[in-house]
């Protein structure tokens, strides 16, 4: 494909996907996260959001107009796929620890349950997404770590702040291809742009988780049938 065609065919990808996710992520009347689905979709779309418009934000920042050039680059396409993929798993292992500390303060419910339900919810977006095609060969072993992280959380520990979103600014610094000079001069500015692009999504998920809700469709779901109850 020539550089006139391919230049505008790749980011017209990029703005649909980021334009999809924003209409996902930011409605004006956000729906609550009422029930385990809620819950999925929640975790999914932010993840996204932030996995997509922190990486994708940074290049187009760094490169300025050179950045549709770097499209006619094929390595440089193939390392912006593998980055975007592992930062996204970063981010949905951030925002899922942090919804799960969230849900156990708003409920007191056991830990266990709350960590059924997160893993659960990870489980169901790792299991839909698969293994990109892009992604590159380390993404099993990335995607077998946030299910680690999920299943060796201790959630009464997780506090309702920033602390917990440690994984996604390290991955931006470290996945983004951008050479190593600028990794080392950017690393602060980087994470500090990822940490901010959490706040809008900590308040959203702060005003409408009705983590009762959530919880008890989990558990409505996982209850064995008792004898007499109706279908």
Known sequence: MSLIKRIPAALGTIAASLRQQFAHGFRRRPEPIADREGFRRFLHTRSNYVAQYSLYGYLRTRT????????????????????????????????????????????????????????????????????????????????????????????????????????????????????????????EIVKNSVRFRWQEIRRELRENLDAEGVLADGNSRARPPVPGDTA
């Not at 977006?125 to 990335?142: D, K, M, Q, R, T």
């Not at 994984?167 to 470290?174: G, H, I, K, T, Y």
Request: aromatic share 8%.
């Open 64 to 187: 300025g107009v050179r950045f549709p050039e770097l499209f006619n680059d094929d390595a440089f396409v193939r390392s912006i796929n593998i980055a975007k993929w592992h930062i996204w798993l970063a981010c949905l292992a951030d925002l899922a620890v942090y919804a799960g500390g969230l849900v156990l303060q708003r409920t007191r419910a056991p830990a266990s349950d709350v960590g059924e339900l997160v893993s659960a919810a990870v489980d169901a977006i790792l299991s839909e997404v698969g293994v990109p095609a892009e992604a590159g060969n380390e993404f099993p072993g990335h995607s077998s770590r946030v299910h680690a992280r999920i299943a060796l959380c201790d959630w009464n520990s997780v506090a309702d702040d920033e602390s917990v979103f440690s994984e996604s600014p390290a991955a931006l610094v470290r996945y983004a291809p951008v050479t190593d000079e600028l990794r080392q001069l950017d690393e």
